[in-house]
């Protein structure tokens, strides 16, 4: 049972332009999320990350929508650059500081000059 | 400060063989968790130790197993390997838990033949 679920393996945007990077979950306990970039052959890196408690989080190119209504999150990145072009992971946890993270499958975003 | 590192980066072993991963955490982190990665199912959580304990297990068999030492480093072992097992092995630290910021190291690439 897929908790945290990324449905595009892939997406490609032309430099400059928004990157729109999906993510739902079924699990209703989850009350944070996180976004990781992973560059091959190197370790998934800290992009942002939202608490339920909020609805948007935004540090400088990069926000983050949660509506948890909806079980959903998004990660837009403007304007989206060459540089950013990586493996991009949603993960969710519940509160507490002790309960692991559930990680979707990813989504590979191109950014073509 | 030196960043999470993971030694070996490169491994090949035969099924049946075991193996063990070693994992150093950033200074001062006390909790290292484990994650599988493969193509077809992302990045799993295997278990996580923080002072020397195992706080949190994953969907995975008994024969994975780790432990953390008193300086927080940890290592995971896999027995009996299986060709399944072939997978980017991650390993990754923070200061208390999940909902810190986890810090990833560039993991070790296990290949089973």
């Known amino acids: 049972d897929q908790q945290v679920k990324q449905n595009s393996p892939s997406l490609s945007v032309q430099e400059g332009r928004i990157s729109i990077l999906n993510c739902d979950y079924t699990n209703s306990m989850f009350d944070y999320f996180l976004w990781y970039k992973k560059y091959p052959a190197e370790g998934p890196t800290f992009l942002i990350s939202?608490?339920?408690?909020?609805d948007k989080n935004e540090d400088g190119r990069f926000t983050v929508f949660l509506n948890k209504s909806a079980k959903h999150l998004s990660l837009h990145i403007v304007p989206s650059q060459p540089g950013d072009s990586a493996v991009y992971f949603c993960?969710?946890?519940?509160?507490?500081?002790?309960?692991?993270?559930?990680f979707g499958k990813g989504t590979k975003l191109t950014v073509n000059p | 400060k030196a960043g999470v590192t993971q030694t070996p980066r490169y491994l090949i072993k035969t099924r049946g063989q075991q193996v063990t991963l070693s994992c150093s955490p950033i200074?001062?982190?006390?909790?290292v968790s484990w994650y599988q990665q493969t193509p077809g199912q992302g990045l799993q959580f295997l278990f996580e130790y923080f002072s020397e304990t195992q706080r949190n297990k994953g969907n995975f068999p008994g024969r994975f197993s780790g432990r953390q030492f008193s300086n927080s480093r940890s290592e995971m072992n896999v027995s009996t390997l299986e060709l399944g097992d072939s997978a980017l092995y991650l390993c990754?630290?923070?200061?208390?838990?999940?909902?810190?910021?986890?810090?990833f190291g560039p993991g070790t690439r296990l290949t089973v033949l």
């Open positions: 993960a969710a946890s519940t509160q507490g500081g002790s309960e692991k993270l559930v």
């Open positions: 990754a630290s923070s200061l208390e838990g999940a909902t810190d910021t986890q810090y």
């Open positions: 200074s001062g982190h006390r909790s």
């Open positions: 939202i608490s339920s408690i909020k």
